[in-house]
């Protein structure tokens, strides 16, 4: 779906050549340009991810600016059938920030994806710090509904795909026009950090959509949702996270509201109805074997009419959890902190929990996905990841899952 | 040696060592790549109920490949019409893999309990019972006193082949007076037809009624008349061909395109006819003979011919469907008071049986048989039977069970 009109697409455009030139520059030796390396430090959340990005900054100048390209191949097999080999370009993504003044700043993220299939901004948010526990921000921010969300990056990850249930359960890179609040502290050992945000809302679109079933992420296509809020109640999201340095971070997080349009025009058209979110995430590294483990589990909860179809599910959970285990960690060909990992992804997304109320059979229509995979990195910024991904899905009826394979080769880099 | 050289040559080797590193790493890609031994296998053909017919054109592919993704991924929204009122988003959703219907989408016809005074409910909502409904509307409730009777979709594998045969060779299969004094007495289902649909080569007309086929009672003529009925019964969508919203009982635009419902009638004339498993089986052979023995095949005739049919591959072919065409009373047991056309309340139209071992791989790994879906075994099925079919449950009741397992083994084959 494209959002951007054609004078808008050229106004991104001149500043894509822009940021590339910036780039350029930045990689002469007696350039001006500073990187601002990624803050690898204990104290940062994941609630932090949006700044805590590598920037390219030119002198004294409050602007910095970057982003990440990833591209990868891709081979399927489904049931046997196979389409062939093909080429992704899957996301090239482009954030600017700027210090407005000491306690005012600036950040936006501009993400393309499949080349300009989908162009959307993701973050656009106003950040005014009082105090480091109390921080308002307001614009076009990303629902802190669990930590992917938060802290999606490509680089980052092991594995080409996103987690099914970040991309697929929820919707992945999900944000909204609104305003709201967030702050951390920390005392030895622990830090706890907290936002809190109201935002325009979901849509009808969530259960009458072109998936046949409830589908969160079908409401990213609605263009209106910066604009205007279809059931003019607020959405609230809401996170708690808590980091020791030595264990690691768990974060609680809940979104939710009334997200049909239920009275138009004075007229009443429905009862309100409404989803609830629970997200639950953490992350940790076991400091002997270096070995990092992160994982996010969601259940959700929406009111589906009574006289609607079964097919639209009213309750609906899944989880990913990811492990990553450096194998190498030296200089390889000129590169001096390479690495190389091997990771594991289990991914589970069940779309429609429950029995059919005239057989009080499970009701399908769910996945389980393996992805091993091999990841080398010539620096932190930049991934080479080989994937294979085995995945089974079953139809709402829980016949015979379809089984499809994958193989991924791709990179990811920031710039 | 001065030392550039042996720089120069530590240098080299180490060149040669990265660039055997990366060719090694570009060779486990391809070889990754091209190893279909990780890629999961291929379905056997006689384990699948979809497909297509094997030997259509190129263009005929396209057409297929066109009318698969209406049937199996179109899905219906408000904004394309769906319902108001409805049973179903997509033609999936009741026939999920091609197969039949499963209990959670059973929907329900009411109305008409006789041949002679019509459906007396079509001002009420009759004949289908639209049971769920878009956000802010409320769903049809049955009216009280209303014939009813509730059904489960069919599967939709092969019906290019039963569509194809001659309306003659039907008729030749009929004994509506029992002459031959075998109990049984199927007929063809003589019924008004809608002007849209084209009259297959060498139609027969009875008082300007015509012998239709398709749907549990047989009532629908060809496989456009079904699929237009489903469009706007099933999904409350208008089409040219039944442009009457089942809500507000007004003639709607299309709500689906003519060549929309045009692909989907062509790719269910072209899925391919189920294929059998097992056939050499020495019980599936014994049962095969049992079936014979025991009057089954009275009326689930084994083998049919084709017509003439415009789609070359469906031309003048035999095949193996193990229906008759013909509706058949069925007895108290199976009779639900409600009816469609000129058939009886207690008739139902000889199901196929082809495709019956792979149905539960379509229901959610159980069998939901008959046209309720009431049976949830083949040893389900057969007891359920009653009228014509009466001797031929004694007669199963009557077989060993070594038999009965033979028989069992024969019909999960098809």
């Given at each position: 779906m494209k959002i951007f009109s054609y004078y808008e697409h050229k106004i991104i455009l001149l500043s894509l050549i822009f940021f590339v030139g910036l780039n350029l520059q930045a990689q002469k030796l007696d350039s001006p340009i500073l990187r601002t390396a990624k803050d690898t430090s204990r104290e940062k959340m994941s609630m932090d991810a949006v700044y805590n990005r590598p920037f390219l900054k030119m002198g004294n100048s409050p602007l910095a600016v970057g982003g990440y390209l990833e591209a990868n191949s891709l081979y399927t097999s489904e049931n046997g059938i196979s389409e062939g080999l093909s080429f992704e370009a899957r996301l090239f993504t482009i954030f600017m920030s700027a210090s407005i003044t000491k306690r005012i700043k600036f950040l936006s993220e501009l993400e393309f994806e499949n080349g300009t299939k989908e162009i959307?901004?993701?973050?656009?948010?106003?950040?005014?710090?009082?105090?480091?526990?109390?921080?308002?921000?307001?614009?076009?921010?990303?629902?802190?509904?669990?930590?992917?969300?938060?802290?999606?990056?490509?680089?980052?990850?092991?594995?080409?795909?996103?987690?099914?249930?970040?991309?697929?359960?929820?919707?992945?890179?999900?944000?909204?026009?609104?305003?709201?609040?967030?702050?951390?502290?920390?005392?030895?050992?622990?830090?706890?950090?907290?936002?809190?945000?109201?935002?325009?809302?979901?849509?009808?679109?969530?259960?009458?959509?072109?998936?046949?079933?409830?589908?969160?992420?079908?409401?990213?296509?609605?263009?209106?949702?910066?604009?205007?809020?279809?059931?003019?109640?607020?959405?609230?999201?809401?996170?708690?996270?808590?980091?020791?340095?030595?264990?690691?971070?768990?974060?609680?997080?809940?979104?939710?509201?009334?997200?049909?349009?239920?009275?138009?025009?004075?007229?009443?058209?429905?009862?309100?109805?409404?989803?609830?979110?629970?997200?639950?995430?953490?992350?940790?590294?076991?400091?002997?074997?270096?070995?990092?483990?992160?994982?996010?589990?969601?259940?959700?909860?929406?009111?589906?009419?009574?006289?609607?179809?079964?097919?639209?599910?009213?309750?609906?959970?899944?989880?990913?959890?990811?492990?990553?285990?450096?194998?190498?960690?030296?200089?390889?060909?000129?590169?001096?902190?390479?690495?190389?990992?091997i990771a594991a992804r289990l991914d589970y997304v069940d779309w429609n929990l429950g029995t059919f109320k005239e057989t009080n059979t499970n009701i399908g229509d769910d996945l389980w996905a393996i992805t091993p995979s091999i990841g080398f990195r010539p620096s932190s910024q930049t991934v080479f990841r080989l994937n294979y991904r085995y995945q089974w899905q079953k139809d709402i009826l829980s016949n015979p899952p379809t089984r499809t394979a994958a193989w991924l080769f791709g990179f990811s880099t920031y710039f | 040696m001065p030392n550039h050289f042996i720089r120069f040559a530590e240098t080299n080797l180490v060149m040669k060592k990265k660039v055997k590193g990366l060719c090694g790493i570009f060779l486990f890609v391809l070889f990754s790549i091209a190893c279909e031994k990780t890629m999961p296998i291929l379905i056997e053909e006689n384990e699948l109920l979809d497909g297509p017919i094997e030997g259509l054109s190129t263009e005929e592919q396209v057409q297929f490949l066109k009318g698969d993704e209406f049937f199996n991924d179109d899905i219906f929204t408000i904004e394309k019409g769906l319902g108001p009122i409805f049973n179903a988003v997509s033609c999936a959703s009741c026939h999920a893999g091609d197969g039949k219907g499963h209990p959670f989408i059973r929907f329900t016809r009411f109305g008409q309990s006789d041949t002679i005074s019509g459906n007396q409910f079509l001002n009420f909502g009759g004949p289908q019972l639209q049971n769920r409904a878009i956000p802010g509307y409320e769903p049809e409730q049955l009216p009280a006193n209303a014939a009813f009777t509730n059904l489960l979709a069919p599967a939709v594998t092969g019906l290019g082949f039963l569509d194809a045969v001659s309306d003659a060779d039907v008729i030749a299969?009929?004994?509506?007076?029992?002459?031959?004094?075998?109990?049984?007495?199927?007929?063809?289902?003589?019924?008004?037809?809608?002007?849209?649909?084209?009259?297959?080569?060498?139609?027969?007309?009875?008082?300007?009624?015509?012998?239709?086929?398709?749907?549990?009672?047989?009532?629908?003529?060809?496989?456009?008349?079904?699929?237009s009925g489903a469009y706007n019964q099933d999904m409350g969508i208008t089409s040219l061909f039944e442009p009457i919203d089942t809500y507000s009982g007004l003639e709607f635009d299309p709500e689906v395109a003519s060549q929309t419902v045009h692909d989907v009638v062509f790719y269910l004339k072209t899925l391919k006819a189920p294929l059998r498993r097992d056939e050499g089986a020495p019980d599936v052979m014994a049962g095969e003979q049992l079936f014979s023995q025991i009057k089954c095949a009275s009326c689930h005739t084994p083998t049919l011919q084709t017509g003439f049919s415009s789609i070359d591959v469906l031309s003048y072919k035999e095949f193996y469907p193990f229906t008759d065409l013909l509706l058949h009373d069925m007895g108290s047991g199976l009779d639900d008071g409600y009816t469609e056309g000129k058939a009886l309340s207690s008739e139902w139209k000889t199901p196929a049986l082809w495709g019956l071992g792979l149905s539960k791989d379509a229901q959610g790994g159980n069998y939901f048989l008959l046209h309720d879906g009431r049976a949830t075994s083949i040893e389900d099925a057969i007891l359920f039977h009653g009228g014509e079919a009466e001797q031929s449950k004694i007669n199963y009741t009557l077989l060993s069970d070594i038999q009965k397992g033979q028989l069992i083994k024969f019909l999960e084959s098809l």
């Open positions: 959307a901004i993701e973050f656009a948010a106003m950040d005014v710090s009082f105090h480091p526990m109390l921080n308002f921000r307001g614009g076009v921010m990303m629902n802190p509904i669990g930590a992917f969300n938060q802290n999606h990056d490509g680089p980052i990850w092991e594995f080409v795909e996103r987690p099914t249930m970040a991309n697929q359960l929820l919707p992945a890179t999900w944000s909204n026009a609104g305003f709201g609040l967030y702050g951390k502290t920390n005392k030895g050992n622990w830090i706890i950090g907290y936002e809190a945000y109201l935002t325009n809302g979901f849509d009808n679109s969530i259960i009458d959509n072109e998936e046949g079933k409830t589908f969160l992420l079908a409401t990213k296509d609605n263009p209106d949702r910066f604009a205007s809020n279809n059931s003019g109640n607020p959405l609230l999201t809401g996170k708690i996270a808590i980091k020791n340095r030595n264990v690691g971070e768990l974060g609680l997080s809940y979104m939710g509201g009334i997200y049909n349009n239920f009275e138009d025009g004075g007229l009443t058209l429905d009862n309100k109805r409404r989803l609830h979110v629970f997200a639950l995430d953490f992350n940790t590294t076991i400091n002997t074997m270096g070995t990092y483990i992160v994982g996010e589990y969601t259940f959700i909860m929406v009111d589906v009419p009574l006289t609607y179809t079964q097919q639209y599910g009213n309750k609906q959970q899944g989880f990913f959890i990811d492990l990553v285990q450096p194998i190498i960690r030296r200089k390889i060909l000129d590169w001096e902190k390479a690495s190389l990992n | 299969l009929a004994d509506p007076n029992d002459a031959d004094g075998d109990g049984i007495s199927g007929r063809p289902h003589w019924n008004y037809i809608p002007n849209y649909v084209q009259l297959r080569p060498n139609s027969i007309s009875q008082n300007g009624q015509y012998i239709t086929r398709f749907g549990k009672k047989g009532a629908a003529y060809d496989l456009l008349h079904q699929t």
